[in-house]
């Protein structure tokens, strides 16, 4: 079993700037993809980023995965010795406003597992 914790949202106005923090434990080694989703009021979830390994552990040609809204504003990185995955959000807006909730997949017996961490909170307003 994998758990996920986030950390890192809060308050910020138009412009502002935000970096969520998701530290997974547990089976952490059968990960091979860690992401951010979001869910605000009324809305249905969306993929906000992703960081997909390749061939190598240590990610070192992993893929990352940007919805359209956030591309150019929001970036993924995670740090492996800590198993631990960051947003950085830059240029935020009140319509990126909502849950952040971390996601991890898995694979047991060749078949995939997300995981989900309980989501913190990002209020964007002036």
């Known amino acids: 079993q994998v758990q996920l914790v986030e950390s890192g949202g809060g308050l910020v106005q138009p412009g502002g700037s935000l970096r969520l923090s998701c530290v997974a434990s547990g089976s952490t080694f059968s990960i091979n993809a860690m992401g951010w989703y979001r869910q605000a009021p009324g809305n249905q979830r969306e993929l906000v980023a992703v960081m997909t390994r390749g061939r190598y552990t240590n990610y070192a040609d992993a893929s990352t995965n940007y919805a359209d809204s956030v591309k150019g504003r929001f970036t993924i990185s995670r740090d492996n010795a800590k198993n631990t995955v960051y947003l950085q959000m830059n240029s935020l807006q009140p319509e990126d406003t909502a849950v952040y909730v971390c996601?991890?997949?898995?694979?047991?017996?060749?078949?995939?597992?997300?995981?989900w961490g309980n989501g913190t909170l990002v209020t964007v307003s002036s």
């Open positions: 996601n991890a997949r898995g694979a047991v017996d060749g078949y995939a597992k997300d995981y």
